[in-house]
């Protein structure tokens, strides 16, 4: 299992990032992902689930009606579009298959 995260940086309050997550060593369609976080000093916290097959979604209460889960199956890869950030939003964001999770890319949002 192989999980490459990118598109996270800096951005200003009220701005707007999507993160990507290229998935590769398994049937990437078959499976549920996630979306996690972790900011400095804090413990990891879920941030958003896409379901296999129907592509259903969930959200933390924190980021629902800011943030967008999406998957592309034919390019095997997961998406977070992130809207209205705030700097609550600064953390390490991992997708996340079963127990495996990528490298992590930074989120930072300040002015």
């Known amino acids: 299992v192989q999980l490459v995260e990118s598109g996270g940086g800096l951005v200003q309050p009220g701005g707007s990032l999507v993160l990507s997550c290229a998935a590769s060593?398994?049937?990437?369609?078959?499976?549920?992902m996630i979306w996690v976080r972790q900011a400095p000093g804090k413990g990891l916290e879920w941030v958003s689930t896409?379901?296999?097959?129907?592509?259903?979604?969930d959200y933390a209460d924190s980021v629902t009606g800011r943030f967008t889960i999406s998957r592309d199956n034919a390019k095997n890869t997961l998406y977070l579009q992130m809207n209205i950030l705030d700097p609550e939003d600064t953390a390490v964001y991992y997708c996340?298959?079963?127990?495996?999770r990528g490298q992590g890319t930074q989120v930072t949002v300040s002015s």
């Open positions: 060593g398994f049937t990437f369609s078959s499976y549920v």
């Open positions: 896409i379901n296999a097959g129907d592509s259903t979604t």
């Open positions: 996340q298959h079963r127990g495996s």
